[in-house]
């Protein structure tokens, strides 16, 4: 069974900063990993999506990275904004249970 | 586009009653997930539909949930009876032409269930 975990649950930093956030799955067999942001009280934006055969993904100051392998994926943040102040999802779409699974979110605040 | 289109937004009921849930899925679009988020268990599939025939529904936690997608612009999701632990935000979402394509979530049902 699939599990995705991020770490950490939580992250404040200020205004500015360059940031990584962490995604780590157990099963290796996916087709693509894709980060969302949620926004309180709202749904879910996609961000970037991954596929299995790419490494990393560009859009804006966002970079996301995948290392199949290993399971892991990172997102990275360039000059962080009080605007990217959201909760941030890792999502993979699997070979075998084709669904998308989801890790907890990491819930990042950006100080002024 | 409008974009996925949930109602109603907010739905606060008592134990036992009915509870449906609505979703229009962006026009085109051939692959539909109801999702389900709570703090403790965090984000889960509980059905998906492609051109409106259920695909997957092992996430529906028990027979009180059903669904349903009578047309491409519309599905339900049915709550009979509602128990306080179906408190939770309920999303849809859709894709274009592939369960592995980008989906694109509506704004949810806030479902309190006293």
């Known amino acids: 069974k699939q599990e995705v975990t991020q770490i950490p649950a939580a992250l404040s930093v200020p205004e500015g900063e360059n940031l990584v956030l962490n995604c780590s799955f157990t099963?290796?067999?996916?087709?693509?990993l894709q980060w969302f942001r949620q926004d309180p009280g709202k749904g879910l934006t996609s961000l970037l999506l991954?596929?299995?055969?790419?490494r990393e993904q560009t859009s804006g100051r966002l970079n996301a990275s995948l290392d199949k392998s290993s399971g892991r994926s990172t997102l990275y943040i360039a000059a962080s904004q009080p605007g990217d102040s959201a909760t941030y999802l890792c999502a993979v779409w699997g070979q075998g249970a084709q669904k998308l699974v989801f890790g907890q979110g990491t819930r990042l605040t950006i100080n002024p | 586009d409008a974009g996925v289109i949930q109602s109603p937004r907010h739905e606060v009921t008592e134990m036992g009653q009915e509870v449906t849930l609505r979703c229009k899925p962006i026009s085109g679009h051939d692959y539909l997930f109801w999702y389900r988020q709570t703090m403790m268990r965090g984000l889960e599939l509980l059905i998906y539909?492609?051109?409106?025939?259920?695909?997957?529904d092992s996430g529906m936690p028990e027979d009180r949930f059903s669904a349903k997608m009578p047309n491409a612009s519309f599905s339900t999701l049915k709550i009979q009876p509602s128990e306080p632990r179906d408190s939770a935000v309920y999303f849809c979402?859709?894709?274009?032409?592939?369960?592995?394509?980008?989906?694109?979530f509506g704004p949810g049902t806030r479902l309190l269930v006293l």
């Open positions: 979402a859709s894709s274009r032409h592939s369960g592995v394509e980008t989906q694109y």
């Open positions: 539909f492609n051109n409106n025939v259920p695909i997957d």
């Open positions: 099963d290796s067999a996916i087709y693509n």
């Open positions: 991954i596929q299995s055969s790419q």
